[in-house]
């Protein structure tokens, strides 16, 4: 038997540190289509932010001096090398690769087919964090081969 309250339905938030809080949500929203849902600000800092794509949701916050960034840091200050990615499900890899070239995403993975389903490519925000995004929806594939 779990603790989960069975009236939760279990939701998985990617978070973020961005050395420029502010910058980072003006760039997702544009490169990648997210919409701030709240900005909380600590003087001129990002203390905490939200941002939704469809029914999906990152937060994200500035890499500041406290306990939780001794934890997770900015790409920006570990050599751009991060430990994990996030990937996100989008309606149209065309359109969605175009509009992140068009706003400088840097293409780490050109947009391609994968041999397990949908189409797919990887990209670098400014400060360094590795974006996924594509077609294959895990959730609805069949896996049953």
Same mark, same amino acid.
């Given at each position: 038997?779990?603790?989960?309250?069975?009236?939760?339905?279990?939701?998985?938030?990617?978070?973020?540190?961005?050395?420029?809080?502010?910058?980072?949500?003006?760039?997702?929203?544009?490169?990648?289509?997210?919409?701030?849902?709240?900005?909380?600000?600590?003087? @001129?800092?990002?203390?905490?932010?939200?941002?939704?794509?469809?029914?999906?949701?990152?937060?994200?916050?500035?890499?500041?001096?406290?306990?939780?960034? @001794?934890?997770? @840091?900015?790409?920006?200050?570990?050599?751009?090398?991060?430990?994990?990615?996030?990937?996100?499900?989008?309606?149209?890899?065309?359109?969605?690769?175009? @509009?992140?070239?068009?706003?400088?995403?840097?293409?780490?993975?050109?947009?391609?087919?994968?041999?397990?389903?949908?189409?797919?490519?990887?990209?670098?925000? *400014?400060?360094?964090?590795? +974006?996924?995004?594509?077609?294959?929806? *895990? +959730?609805?594939?069949?896996?049953?081969?």
């Amino acid at each position: 038997m779990n603790n989960i309250n069975s009236n939760i339905h279990p939701v998985i938030i990617p978070a973020l540190r961005y050395l420029d809080g502010q910058a980072a949500i003006s760039w997702l929203c544009n490169a990648f289509g997210f919409e701030k849902q709240l900005l909380v600000l600590d003087k @001129k800092l990002v203390a905490h932010a939200q941002l939704t794509y469809g029914n999906s949701m990152i937060m994200l916050g500035a890499a500041k001096n406290n306990a939780f960034s @001794k934890l997770v @840091k900015s790409p920006l200050e570990t050599g751009c090398v991060g430990s994990q990615s996030v990937y996100v499900i989008v309606e149209d890899v065309d359109a969605h690769y175009a @509009k992140a070239v068009a706003a400088g995403a840097v293409i780490v993975l050109d947009i391609h087919d994968e041999d397990y389903g949908g189409r797919a490519y990887s990209c670098r925000d *400014p400060e360094g964090h590795v +974006w996924n995004f594509g077609g294959y929806n *895990p +959730w609805i594939v069949n896996h049953e081969k």
